[in-house]
């Protein structure tokens, strides 16, 4: 996904969002639609495409580990996803694991550079200054005060991921909810981001988009029409008119194309 990640307004906010929460040292919520990028920017701000495989395999360590330690210092953020259903101490126990893995890479990238010397340190988590929370609606009262009180103790900021809505939940919790620094809103893409994002991706297909183009228009408007702007939607939309192109041997993106590959994908759920 990093490499293939396409950097929208959206996407700024929620970095701006997540610093600001971090810097505070807060507890900040992020809610939004389903599918339209609220987990990806989160793990794009944590790096944890490139973290998580690293923290998780956990092998010998090598020079080139460097640059990964280096990275870890650098975000100093644990990306959870919680189970259905979670039970609270598993959900901590979890939690503070790659806490203590992500801060052991931190720690080493800080020996690295000669801020830190003599013997490590067992509270190696110390170093983790987010946690970003996805899925958040999860979450049972007990872990959501287990999480309060971790913030409390250890000035820990976290963001918690949900879908809209979750912010008026935790009304419920006065404790936490007078702990909330930010509230951030993550909305579809708008009209000049999907041209954006859809010249990306006519590119990746070999053409060229031009939206005074009639025929692009069309497209574009088939598109927009489908998709709403949901970014999910939108990137398992591509392989199908990819496939739908080189079946029928087109050359041509247009709205009959957009159709047959929207068809296609709603039978594929």
Same mark, same amino acid.
């Given at each position: 996904?990093?490499?293939?990640? +396409?950097?929208?307004?959206?996407?700024?906010?929620?970095?701006?969002?997540?610093?600001?929460?971090? !810097?505070? %040292?807060?507890?900040?919520?992020?809610?939004?639609?389903?599918?339209?990028?609220?987990?990806?920017?989160?793990?794009?701000?944590?790096?944890?495409?490139?973290?998580?495989?690293?923290?998780?395999?956990?092998?010998?360590?090598?020079?080139?580990?460097?640059?990964?330690?280096?990275?870890a210092n650098r975000?100093?953020?644990?990306?959870?996803?919680?189970?259905?259903?979670?039970?609270?101490?598993?959900?901590?126990?979890?939690?503070?694991?790659?806490?203590?893995?992500?801060?052991?890479?931190?720690?080493?990238?800080?020996?690295?550079?000669?801020?830190?010397?003599?013997?490590?340190?067992?509270?190696?988590? !110390?170093?983790?200054?987010?946690?970003?929370?996805?899925?958040?609606?999860?979450?049972?009262?007990?872990?959501?005060?287990?999480?309060?009180?971790?913030?409390?103790?250890?000035?820990?900021?976290?963001?918690? +991921?949900?879908?809209?809505?979750?912010?008026?939940?935790?009304?419920?919790?006065?404790?936490?909810?007078?702990?909330?620094?930010?509230?951030?809103?993550?909305?579809?893409?708008? %009209?000049?981001?999907?041209?954006?994002?859809?010249?990306?991706?006519?590119?990746?297909?070999?053409?060229?988009?031009?939206?005074?183009?009639?025929?692009?228009?069309?497209?574009?408007?088939?598109?927009?029409?489908?998709? %709403?702007?949901?970014?999910?939607?939108?990137?398992?939309?591509?392989?199908?008119?990819?496939?739908?192109? !080189?079946?029928?041997?087109?050359?041509?993106?247009?709205?009959?194309?957009?159709?047959?590959?929207?068809?296609?994908l709603v039978i594929?759920?």
């Amino acid at each position: 996904m990093a490499k293939d990640f +396409i950097i929208t307004k959206e996407h700024r906010r929620f970095t701006e969002f997540a610093t600001a929460v971090r !810097k505070e %040292r807060t507890i900040g919520i992020c809610h939004g639609d389903a599918g339209i990028g609220k987990t990806q920017s989160a793990r794009r701000y944590a790096h944890w495409d490139t973290v998580e495989p690293f923290i998780t395999e956990w092998g010998p360590r090598t020079e080139d580990d460097a640059k990964l330690y280096a990275t870890a210092n650098r975000c100093r953020t644990v990306f959870y996803t919680p189970e259905v259903l979670p039970r609270p101490k598993i959900l901590m126990h979890e939690i503070a694991h790659l806490q203590t893995k992500l801060g052991i890479c931190i720690d080493e990238h800080q020996r690295n550079i000669g801020k830190v010397t003599g013997a490590r340190s067992g509270h190696t988590n !110390k170093w983790v200054e987010l946690l970003i929370i996805d899925e958040a609606e999860r979450l049972a009262p007990t872990a959501l005060e287990l999480l309060r009180d971790e913030h409390d103790r250890y000035d820990l900021a976290i963001i918690l +991921i949900g879908m809209p809505g979750i912010d008026q939940r935790f009304r419920h919790y006065p404790q936490l909810y007078s702990r909330l620094g930010f509230s951030h809103r993550y909305r579809a893409l708008g %009209r000049e981001e999907l041209l954006f994002v859809l010249d990306r991706h006519w590119k990746r297909l070999g053409r060229t988009l031009d939206p005074d183009d009639f025929t692009d228009a069309q497209a574009i408007a088939a598109i927009e029409r489908i998709t %709403r702007g949901n970014f999910r939607l939108l990137e398992r939309l591509f392989p199908q008119i990819a496939r739908v192109l !080189k079946i029928n041997q087109l050359e041509t993106i247009t709205d009959d194309v957009i159709e047959s590959a929207a068809s296609i994908l709603v039978i594929g759920n």
